[in-house]
């Protein structure tokens, strides 16, 4: 069994209210183990084997059912989240105050024709980095005064789903994980 980490999107946000102990319940009846929530916003802890795609769609299929709406749900092991707090690779890059990082999980690895497009985006308010399946992303106030970033409007440059945390998420989860 490896450790996972789900990440829902569209969790305890727009209405779509989802308390903590009813997802751990409905994360158990899947037959995954040691099942822990990090904050309210749709982290899933939980230890599981076999093939984690098939268990994706599983995830999917129960949230729809039970909730009543689609739930994109991003996996990664504990492992790769933390390399992902780790090795930001924007992290030399000089943010203006008030500028914000962030880190979207996609649902599969985009083609190469949509990283082109996406990085064809950066200017001095917003800065984009790819790295296999995750979208690095620096808003700066500026910008998001002007049109807040949003996970809708990266999905729809990239054409897939994708769920986006603070990047300090990632790292809080590890140290949870460590207490």
Same mark, same amino acid.
């Given at each position: 069994?490896?450790?996972y ?6 969790v ?6 989802v ?16 099942v ?16 984690? #795609?098939? $268990?994706?769609?599983?995830? *999917?299929? %129960? ?6 709406? +689609?739930?994109?749900?991003? =996996? ?10 780790e ?29 082109? #497009?996406? $990085?064809?985006?950066?200017? *001095?308010? %917003? ?6 399946? +995750?979208?690095?992303?620096? =808003? ?24 986006t ?15």
């Open positions: 069994m490896e450790q980490i789900a990440f829902l999107r569209a305890n946000v727009g209405g779509r209210v308390k903590m102990d009813k997802l751990r319940d409905m994360f158990v009846s899947l037959g995954v183990k040691n822990k929530t990090y904050i309210q916003s749709g982290n899933v802890i939980f230890d599981a084997g076999g093939n984690i #795609s098939a $268990l994706r769609k599983k995830i *999917e299929t %129960l949230l729809q059912k039970e909730l009543g709406y +689609e739930i994109p749900t991003m =996996i990664r092991t504990v492992a790769e989240v933390a390399n992902i707090a090795n930001n690779p924007l992290k030399k890059v000089k943010l203006a105050e008030g500028a914000k990082t962030y880190v979207s999980f996609l649902s599969e690895e985009p083609a190469k024709e949509v990283v082109r #497009s996406l $990085l064809a985006l950066n200017n *001095e308010d %917003l800065t984009f980095h790819i790295s296999k399946s +995750e979208v690095y992303s620096i =808003i700066s106030k500026k910008a998001s005064d002007k049109a807040p970033f949003s996970n809708a409007y990266l999905e729809k440059k990239i054409g897939m789903a994708a769920t945390r603070n990047l300090s998420i990632p790292g809080k989860i590890i140290q949870f994980l460590n207490k």
